[in-house]
């Protein structure tokens, strides 16, 4: 297995210091330096993302191990900020398919990603390995979001969290499609537990 | 230059129909049929979201193209979700190092991602060229928000649009920094409009 | 597990014919179509490689599994060709930090691959596993070539094989080191049973 | 236009010394060192390859830019080696597509790739500019042998150099078809001078 390896200390030397998690918590508020440029209001942060927390393991009814490869690490060293949504596609589609909800090549329906987003809290590199958390969050009659959190192996707290939405729709027109079945059922062991 | 191709037509025989846009804004609402999941507090849906509209070329400073690659279309043949991120990081970063405002190899202060999101409106697909808005929305003490505009090559309105924050970080203990003189030079450019 | 899905029928419906392969050999020799193109001289093909044929699991001294990501797959269905060289860097270099062979942040001597090659017999599809066979088959002063062959999840035969060639250099100056003793050490269980 | 930053100093501090190349072709010989080890017969390396030498911009009829991205450099800070295939990929399909002789998602013949490789001369590095010389060396009934050197923006001798083989499948049963004529055309301008 790619994943079993020892864990490597890259990560470690590399920690962020506490300081820079409220550092991101707090740039999201009005500050004096900032007055000069201001934000556009449809994306202004909501107010629960300043008080944004790493979440637990027990936020997550799912996990699927990822192993990391060698080109998830970016010239600082660590997996780029990119690749975690690299992860998120293969999670969820990997369940998906794993339940016969997903026919890649030849389904009718199929889910297209309208909506992404990540939080990141500490890094990883490879070849350390890596544990994702999976939920659905909302599901709509057309659409689903999924949250994910991000785990190095065995860790308590998670190093990212983020989500994203699909939205189904006709694989030739284009059109959006109510759920299918197989769909929902496949959904439901990632129900969150709230 | 790979993106002085044609046109092709993949992108428009792909196109989202308008109302799995509308499909879209309307999954962050609550509906009959989501009545047995709920969502994590921390992640709800701001009201503004479920108004995002694409935005019009005027909303961005400064552009670049980005000439796209085989490899950004992915099974379902148009770029994948997970592509306009590496997009983002190299629209960015290439600003940063044309102005002399980072250095790579040698830098001893460095911009880690500490939050992206983005939204996708229009499907793209190799190889036809597409063109980035970029504006910094907010400046933080040791922060800066990034707003990218992705646009078909000549587009007037958004293909997809998103966010990252950069926070500023010594390279070796990788604690805040203040964001340094040539960085805050080099954002000039870029202020949002507003 | 990603890798833990049921073996997904993409593959199998999108298999090669078996004139595929002896077509891929044939074409290395002069065909009467081929008059008009010479290759040039430096990248004529060795005769050895138009009898390639895929190899045996017994080749290989050492396997590890790969999971596939979505994203490995391309606009065709199948996995890209290139992302069988990001697995090559994938299970070499898992295999040497796992030995202690390779610090990659802080190793004052780092490998440089200056050649890789890969021939693809049979096309695999994310979300099958994948296992990589590995073997040391030259060795220089200062340089290593690793062989690696590529096998869909409990296959018999490879569905493609490759090498790829490092050559050890101080990280700073850049220029060839003999190859450490930690390195050599490492590389004792991949040796070719030949 | 990305490509159109100033040229960055990491590759020339990073460049390999004249030694690494000569290294590189000398490895592949037998040596002293190497003796417990032996190659598989099919794998041995051509005479032709131990003098393999950089072409100059000259050995190539057509010529494309390439943008490198952020993730194009590894946890090295220089291109990672896989990153050369994904550029072979897009300047081949680039040129294909723009000719009309490839339309990715309806085409009912579609090149697969059965052979890939790449000497790596003098390493690059984002946010630099590549330049791809293109050209065809050899056409079978069915196949076609790309060969491509790739070069600094505006350098006389190629920073590496690889080629790629296609064959020509039907794309529902993936049986070998000749070469269809809108591609010979395609292929005519990329014709090897020699």
């Known amino acids: 297995m790619t994943r079993a390896v020892k ?10 210091h506490p300081g820079v998690l409220a550092e991101s918590g707090r740039m999201n508020q009005p500050s004096p330096t900032s007055a000069s440029l201001t934000a556009a209001p ?3 942060p909501a107010p629960a993302e300043a008080r944004l ?10 996990f ?3 192993a990391t490869r060698w080109s998830d690490n970016d010239a600082y060293g660590h997996v780029n900020n990119v690749i975690y949504y690299h992860w998120f596609d293969t999670v969820v589609n990997s369940h ?3 339940q016969g909800a997903l026919d890649i090549a ?15 809290f500490t890094p990883l590199a490879f070849p350390q390995g890596v544990e994702l958390g999976l939920r659905v969050a909302h599901l709509g009659r057309t ?4 949250e994910i959190g991000v785990f190095a192996e065995g860790a308590a707290t998670a190093a990212a969290q983020g989500h994203f939405i699909h939205v189904y729709v006709d694989r030739a027109t284009r059109r959006p499609q109510a759920l299918p079945p197989v769909l929902l059922q496949a959904l439901q062991p990632l129900r969150a537990a709230g």
């Open 143 to 146: 659409s689903v979001r999924y």
């Open 7 to 16: 864990r490597n200390s890259t990560a470690a030397r590399q920690g962020w």
């Open 106 to 120: 030849q389904g009718t329906t199929i889910g297209l990603v309208v909506e992404t987003h990540c939080n990141y």
């Open 96 to 98: 998906l398919v794993a």
């Open 64 to 66: 699927r191990a990822i």
């Open 42 to 44: 449809a994306s202004a």
């Open 53 to 62: 927390q790493p979440e637990q393991r027990g936020a997550y009814p799912m």
